[in-house]
């Protein structure tokens, strides 16, 4: 069975960084495009970076350009997001998902604030 | 940075027949915009229903379908259950950046 599981969601004060992990299994990872798409406390979904399979090819919301930095590691079969300069409007819970988005975890919840 | 519009809620009956729509701040949604629409329940994951504008992922029910209504995505729900109550979100792809509707409360009563 497909499998996503998020982790390194914390409690950080406004202008920490935070990377956040998400590891996939049941599926060729390398073969997927692989997304991060976050939700506020009771807001909607907000599609925030995606990374190709070459490792290489990202893209970012125009809002998330600068700040976030997409990566991962295929031979870990993990994608990765480095947050940096956090806000108190990044808190948010951060699900990653594959594809389309087809799959997705369960997510891991950021909570900046002093 | 482009806005991807949805009816903020929609009210159907137990065997009913809505549509909900997803617009484009950019201009007439095509199928070069993949559209992909999303079921949201409380406290969990969005669980995927439509790719590409119209295929059905592979456990999503035929009650569900997808298409392109005018200029705007639509995904329609026939024969509506009480467990389709949920908030829906189309997603919609631009040249590798993608943008999620506003979502809609479907309302079972």
């Known amino acids: 069975d497909v499998q996503l599981v998020e982790s390194g969601g914390s409690l950080v004060q406004p202008g920490g960084s935070l990377r956040l992990s998400c590891v996939g299994s049941?599926?060729?990872?390398?073969?997927?495009?692989m997304h991060w798409v976050r939700q506020a406390p009771g807001k909607g979904l907000f599609w925030v970076s995606s990374i190709e399979g070459d490792e290489i090819t990202t893209h970012y919301a125009d809002s998330m350009r600068g700040r976030f930095t997409i990566s991962r590691d295929n031979a870990k079969n993990t994608v990765y997001l480095q947050m940096n300069t956090l806000r108190v409007e990044d808190t948010a819970l951060y699900y990653c998902?594959?594809?389309?988005?087809?799959?997705w975890g369960q997510g891991t919840l950021v909570t900046v604030s002093s | 940075q482009t806005v991807v519009t949805q009816e903020p809620s929609l009210t159907v009956s137990p065997g009913g027949t809505v549509t909900l729509t997803c617009a484009s701040s950019a201009g007439a949604v095509t199928y070069n915009n993949y559209a992909n629409w999303f079921q949201q329940k409380p406290g969990q994951p969005p669980r995927a229903l439509i790719y590409?504008?119209?295929t059905r992922h592979t456990l999503t029910p035929a009650r569900f379908s997808g298409s392109l209504l005018g200029d705007k995505a639509a995904l329609t729900l026939s024969g509506v259950q009480p467990d389709d109550e949920a908030e829906y979100y189309c997603?919609?792809?631009?040249?590798?950046?993608?943008?999620f509707g506003t979502g809609t409360t479907v309302t079972v009563l």
């Open positions: 590409s504008t119209d």
């Open positions: 997603l919609l792809y631009y040249a590798g950046v993608y943008v």
């Open positions: 998902a594959r594809d389309n988005p087809d799959f």
């Open positions: 049941g599926f060729i990872f390398s073969n997927f495009r």
